[in-house]
């Protein structure tokens, strides 16, 4: 029987009516601004906020300032693409740069003003989200300190949020978050220090992680269960967030820590001769060197002159090394990251920490295979390292191979790998360390095996479900758990025993592949020789600043 005209039409309406409020814009109101976001069923089915402001914009009189608050802003914004990157340099290329001096065209939107970040939710934004109680996960970014964004290098999608909620099983929420660069972030110098903040990048962080504390909750999240994950430069902020405030950030602003490949370059005190020297290149280079205040003189500088210092002083570094990175500021970064490991100094609960197999390759001039030698290379590596100990150096890596892969070794371990088992050893058993080694197992390859989407087909160049899923989600399996074991669907990993330097007990998980192309996922025994040469990189923490 056929419903009456006015029945049928109501219903129609209703119909209607529904389907307008489940593809309506979602809008969150954090106080001092409304946003819009997506939600698209047809691509995640899960919601996103791009662009959300966490901070006042760092220009002007907050150039190497404290983050402030935004301001309120009244209507609703748009939260629908991806942010503009803060001011980007690059890495060091030494003698044999191939870029010219003083020309630049920006090869990606970057802006001094961008201190915003990106928030993916499960599902769609609705009236039952607040009550979630989810646990989060925070990106950080890499890239030296010095290039880098919430959608990666080149973007857009290569950090794709959503890539983590879904190998989560919809059951995080992932906060992507970008951080003042180079020049911009971690200026340094006895002025920087009387007449501003030093780190600034790094309080950018922990100011994106208070605003997490604050309004996670409005998107599902649950402030009390986060864990902070970042890769090279981004896992090196981890660790410096892990002994940020002496190990004692009130309140806490993360449970959990991942590293994924942990980047620890020489951390001078902010008054060391070498931040110094940048400094004064800066003042110098902007004719602020008869300033009363040359400070002042810099934050009246315009920001396009600023931008080229910053790229012709990055470059200029030695090849594969940075030029602005953290310093020891005797405030929020109090003591050599070494010693705050070596005395327990540390924020947070568990930590989970992965390296890549062949940490260094990238960041060594390889055109030098035939004429690079060993104590020369360690010379502009650590300029500060005694001939004593740079000859006992030489002496530890003699044995691996030819000089370039001996330099290829030095700069891995020193830099990366050894940092990560000081790390790990500070969480007192409280540690899980993983290995991934898929050939070639260089720098960042692993990245796009937990942000598939940066793939060109989504797939990354190992393509092996059982794979990819297992390292993917043990990840997330951490942030659910605090333990990779706490897997949410079948998994090839077997027990990931926590990391111990008890004899017998230095296990760590290997991602690997065997010769035919199996998923070769296993636990192995640290070599004991690499435990040696990374006591060694310790002893003479006090020469090269780590």
Known sequence: MQPPTLLFSLIQLAAISLLCVAQSPPVIDLGYAKYRGVFDPSISNNTQFLGVRFAAPPTGSLRWQEPQAPDFVEGIQNATSEPDKCMQAGTGAGATNPFPANKRAPPVAESEDCLFLNVYIPGQLDSQTSSKNLPVVVWIHGGGYVAGGADGFSGP???DGNDLVLESGNRVVAVVIQYRLGLFGFLAGES?????VLNAGLLDQQFALQWVQEHITKFGGDPSRV?????????????QQVIANGGQTSPPLFRGAITSSSFLPSQYAYNDVVPEFLYNTVVSRTNCTSAADSLTC???ADAGALEEINVDLC??????????VPVVDGDFIRQRPTVALGEGKVNGEVVMSVTNSNEGLIFVDLSTANTVQVPDYLTQLFPTLSAQQRAVAVAKYASLGTPIEQVTAIMGESIFVCPTYFLLRAFKGKAFKGQFAIPPGTHGSDVAYYFPSMNANGVPAYNNTDFDKAFAESFLAFVLSLD??????????????????QPGHEVEMRFNETES?????????TAPDLLDRCSF??????EIGQ
């Open 157 to 159: 999608d290569a950090y």
């Open 298 to 300: 810099l934050r009246n």
């Open 227 to 239: 864990t902070i994950w970042g890769e090279s430069a981004g896992a090196g902020s981890v660790l």
């Open 315 to 324: 470059i200029s570094g030695f090849f594969g090394t940075y030029v602005f």
């Open 192 to 196: 920087v220090k009387v007449n501003g």
């Open 517 to 525: 192309g199996a998923p070769a996922v296993m636990p192995i025994t």
């Open 537 to 542: 990189w310790e002893s003479v923490g006090p």
């Open 484 to 501: 990779p074991n706490e897997t949410f669907e079948p998994t090839i990993t077997p027990t990931w025993e926590p990391f111990s330097f």
